[in-house]
C-alpha cells in the first residue's frame, strides 16, 4: 500500500471548498489538520482512505466521492478533534 501525504491546498478543488467550510464553520482553520491519503494502487482514485490529524487525535475516513468530508464534519460536530 503506497502513502501520499498532502495538505488541504492539494486536495482536489471541490473537497477542498467543501474541507474549508466545514472548517471555519467550527471555528477552525484547514491548517489546524494534517491530511494524508492511502491507496493501493489497483484501488480506484475515489475509495482511497484519507486520514485526518489534529494534535494526538486522527480519524480515518474513505473517499466515496467527497463522502469523508460529512463524515469529518459530524466528528467536528461531535468535538472528536477537539
Not at 471548498?17 to 482553520?29: Q, Y
Not at 494534517?34 to 494534535?55: K, M, N, Q
Request: charged share 25%.
Amino acid at each position: 500500500m503506497s502513502t501520499t501525504l498532502f495538505r488541504y491546498i492539494d486536495l482536489p478543488i471541490g473537497d477542498r471548498a467543501a474541507f474549508e467550510l466545514v472548517c471555519a464553520r467550527h471555528g477552525f482553520a484547514p491548517v489546524h489538520f494534517d491530511i494524508s491519503a492511502s491507496a493501493s494502487p489497483d484501488e480506484p482514485t475515489h475509495e482511497r482512505l484519507v486520514t485526518v490529524r489534529r494534535g494526538g487525535w486522527a480519524q480515518s475516513y474513505r473517499e466515496r466521492h467527497g463522502q469523508w468530508i460529512r463524515q469529518f464534519d459530524a466528528d467536528l460536530t461531535s468535538r472528536f478533534f477537539k
